[in-house]
């Protein structure tokens, strides 16, 4: 993922770690960071940043407010989608709600298709608990 790095985009990155919604807080602070593989916030890949970045999994995970689901929002993260998934990654998208209404599930969740992509690439499969 080196190889596609913007490094205009670093100083934008910092501040949104420092700035994280209070979804992107509780996933972080209450599982992500709990788990035995290298989670990243806010990492720059090409010329986007995503919430959450799990390299050995080759997963993205990105929270989404109500503006990703206005037709501008839809029209701009199939892009992004489509973009990640040509350089071999899959996006996991949840709404704010559903790591507010369903943590626990939204955890499960997470677990389930890292362990699927880390057993497929051969890597240990990462354990944490929601």
Request: proline share 4%; charged share 25%.
């Amino acid at each position: 993922m080196n190889d596609i790095y913007n490094p205009r985009l670093k100083p934008f990155s910092q501040k949104l770690r420092c700035d994280m919604t209070k979804e992107e807080r509780h996933l972080w602070y209450d599982f992500l960071r709990t788990l035995s593989v290298t989670v990243n916030r806010q990492k720059v890949i090409g010329d986007y940043i995503v919430d959450f970045y799990i390299a050995s999994a080759k997963t993205i995970i990105e929270l989404d407010g109500s503006q990703h689901f206005e037709e501008k929002g839809v029209i701009s993260d199939n892009k992004r989608d489509e973009y990640f998934a040509s350089l071999g990654l899959q996006v996991l998208r949840y709404p704010n709600n559903e790591i507010n209404h369903n943590f626990s599930g939204v955890c499960e969740d997470i677990l389930r298709c890292i362990n699927t992509s880390s057993t497929a690439s051969g890597s240990p499969s990462p354990q944490g608990e929601c």
